[in-house]
């Protein structure tokens, strides 16, 4: 497809596709098992090659401090920790992070968008 509009999110460079750029959309899920809580959906990816983000330690400059993710644990067995899901601003993920990361049973984090629940990127403890 072309982008006929900016916005769209490259889950690869996590950068903004630009108006007029070639693009995929593809079906992912973001689980290596099939189960329940294995949520699968679109995702958007460059038509060319781009460079995956490297930044482990800052959120990409694509997610605006004042809009807002979702954020859900998850189980070492790749369930849904009821009670750790939370819309916040993304100004304040890295904090919200480190609480649900404190939750008696969460192993990782799922960011996905708040509006429209697609799969944004995952946060992991660090080692």
């Given amino acids: 497809y072309v982008a006929n509009e900016p916005g769209l ?3 690869h460079c996590l950068q903004e596709i ?5 693009f ?3 079906s992912y ?3 290596e098992t099939e189960q329940p809580f294995a949520e699968q959906g679109p995702i958007f ?3 060319k090659e781009c460079d995956a983000y490297s930044d482990q330690n800052n959120l990409p400059e694509m997610y605006e401090p004042e ?9 070492r067995h790749d369930r ?3 009670g750790t899901g939370q819309v916040v601003t993304n100004r304040d993920i890295n904090q919200a992070a480190k609480e649900i990361l404190a939750t008696k049973g969460v192993q990782y984090i799922h960011a996905r968008s708040a509006t429209n ?11």
């Fill in 117 to 127: 629940n697609c799969f944004q990127f995952r946060i992991d403890r660090k080692s």
């Fill in 24 to 26: 995929l959309i593809l």
């Fill in 29 to 31: 899920k973001p689980f």
């Fill in 45 to 47: 990816l460059h038509a």
């Fill in 67 to 75: 809009n807002q993710t979702l954020l859900r644990g998850y189980s």
């Fill in 80 to 82: 849904i920790v009821y």
């Fill in 9 to 11: 999110p490259c889950r």
């Fill in 18 to 22: 630009a108006e007029g750029d070639e």
